[in-house]
């Protein structure tokens, strides 16, 4: 070992020493062994620059983006509404449900863009169910990593490979050739993580730990809504069925009120925003306001079923209803008036059902109060109707929205136009008309002319801290090549393992590949051991696509450090993650899939 490959090695410890410690910044900890490999001269600043335009580091900015411009037109909340009504209540049978979607998905086309895609679903999805994202985000990526294993054009690796074997004159591999393991692999992920899910962390993300935003669920316990606000079924034989709200309005009598109907029509379950000329139907669900204790006389007098309601409910109709405080302002119109003489409802479209007074939330009654400056009031209803409340600062101001509102659909006419772009970026990769990256940009570039989302907010999507920190990590697989270090590590191999025959090398170079995409981008580490397995074989006289089937699948296994797949780069974020765990629950995986591998091989 030469001192330069010793330095090399030195600074890559002491990166991994940091990441592990969580101190200072992942982000921060990559720019600088950056920046030292430049000044060493171990690597060149051409290619150490050369990075900020590799196409994978393009195709993961591009797919932020893309998908943000799901979130906001709400395709993403339709694919999570879809998982959540097939897996029913079972987290076990929405954990395979999510897996085999991902898989399925990434079988044709860049993992990076389906983990991108499936993003936003799965944060849908856990705020409806209450599920901390740490649960499934470590799911999703491992699905997405699995699902470069089904096909030869669902992950760069398994093309380098099949390249390396055609370059040498050899038959490449079919099409489906990588499909056992991969799905084999898929049932074993699935069935590991119903087995360590209840050890994954209940982490967080960055920014919900420092504390930035609140949940529907913390708004509904904060104003005691659980006590007061009701869920109640309309059987078919209740006074109730068939008449509008206006003519139960007009009974008098405690305060009973509806602020939002649910129905079903046709199989799925709509919300309706009541009005006073909507006819109220058997088996429609009310959401009321108890407002006044008498009321509690009203469900037996109409034969209403109770149904039992927890901030959950909130939760998993987040998609389209939402809550947000309001401060009245001291100019507001509002001020000396009660809710019901400003007509609150009929002015703004929103239900007010939470009132905070000097810190305080008030219980009953709290339709008698008069407003105050400074009273912060809880309106609850449509997205739409609590984006209109911008305009209107005269009278108030938000004052804040729940963590859900970043994923409710902010462009729901456009989702057309989003799932066109989807489609047409899918059968661009798939078919390989175009790279992958003019692929993701032009799907980008469809939805910012869609008005999916502007570009403005495309920039913002963007999450900087994870694209520099691979961007300075790409150059270590330069001066890894360029001290000798993988053709030292690959030669040990062949001469302590050689002589065991075949299978001993294979398991060989599977473990070093593995080890290596520890800290090396799964496609660099194809590359730098493709050529070492076609010589493998050659020496020994076998046959290379056993060997070749290795690397490409064990550069895949990237299931222990961040730094492995950018899809494991992508999840770290939402799923509130740190280094180790990725560590802690991928190594264990990695040797399942070492075993299916070497079985198939």
Known sequence: MNLELAFVLALLCACVAAFVAGRPRMDAVATCAFVILIISGIVKPEEAFAAFSDSSVIIIA????????????????????????????????????????????????STTGVV?????????????????????????????IISGMTTLVATSPNLIANGALIKEGYEGFGF????????????????????????????????????????????????????????????????????????????GGPSFGIICIERKIRRERALIEPAPDTEIAAGDLLLCDLRDPRASEIPAEFLLRELPLSGGYFSERSAEIGMAEIAILPESSLIGQTLMEAKFRNAFGLNAIGLRRNSAAVGDNM???????????????????????????????????????????????????????LLVMVALMATGAVENVVAAAICCLM????????????????????????????????????????????????????????????????????????????TVTAILFAPIAIAAAQTMGADPHGLEMAVAVASSTAFMTPLSSPVNMLVMNPGGYKFKDFFKFGAPFSIIVMIISLFWI
């Open 176 to 251: 489906f050739e990588v499909t056992p393991i991969g799905l084999t692999a898929l049932a074993a992920g699935i069935a590991y993580m119903l087995v360590v899910r209840r050890f994954l962390p209940d982490g967080e993300p960055e920014n919900r730990a420092r504390g930035a935003r609140r949940r529907l669920s913390d708004f509904v316990r904060a104003y005691r809504l659980e006590s007061r606000e009701k869920i109640f079924e309309v059987p078919a034989d209740s006074p109730l069925a068939g008449m509008k709200i206006s003519e139960f309005g007009r009974r």
């Open 447 to 522: 939805m910012v002319s869609f008005k999916c989302l502007s570009m403005d907010e495309a920039y913002k999507s963007v999450y900087w801290p994870a694209l520099i920190l691979i961007i300075c990590m790409m150059p270590f697989a330069a001066a890894l090549e360029n001290t000798g270090g993988v053709e030292l590590a690959a030669g040990a191999v062949l001469d302590a393992l050689g002589g065991y025959g075949e299978t001993a090398v294979t398991a060989g170079l599977f473990a070093l590949a593995m080890l290596t995409v520890m800290f090396i981008a799964n």
């Open 62 to 109: 591009l797919m932020f983006a893309i998908s943000s411009g799901l979130a906001r037109t709400g395709v993403s909340a339709a694919v999570g509404d879809w998982i959540l009504r097939r897996s029913g209540k079972s987290e076990a049978a929405l954990i395979a449900m999510l897996m085999c979607s991902v898989a399925l998905l990434g079988s044709v086309m």
């Open 367 to 421: 339709l008698s109060h008069r407003l105050r400056v400074g009273d912060i009031l809880l309106v609850f209803g449509k997205w739409e109707s609590i984006r209109r409340l911008k305009s209107q600062n005269r009278d108030f101001i938000i004052l804040n929205l729940p963590e859900e509102s970043e994923i409710a659909a902010t462009s729901p006419g456009r989702a057309g136009g989003a799932i066109l772009s």
């Open 116 to 144: 991108a895609i499936f993003i936003p679903v799965t944060l849908s999805i856990c705020s409806r169910r209450g599920i901390p994202p740490s649960k499934l985000m470590m799911p999703l990526a491992f699905a997405g």
